[in-house]
């Protein structure tokens, strides 16, 4: 009789711990799934951005000194609230730098 109680006990300590390490498990990939998607939607403003700079650079033979000419002529929409775009023009006839970081 002992023995029987030790054993359910045992057995629903087992059951606890198999459900928080569960838990735990299910709160690092969805932790690690928001920054994944952070780094995806940085990545697609960047390339938005550089593919908007190449059609420019293919219409008008110029690379655009900033981000607003894009925006205004071009039809670019850039997530401003959620992260920064930083435009480096160094010439009209070199690809400009674009890098996005998280706000």
Known sequence: MYSDRLAKRKTWILWVLLLLLLAGALCLIFSDGGRTLDDSSA??????VQRSALQCYAVEGAYPSDLQYLEDN???QVNKQDFYVTYDAFASNLPPTVRVTRR
């Open 43 to 48: 990545a697609a403003i960047r390339e938005a």
């Open 74 to 76: 071009y039809g670019l």
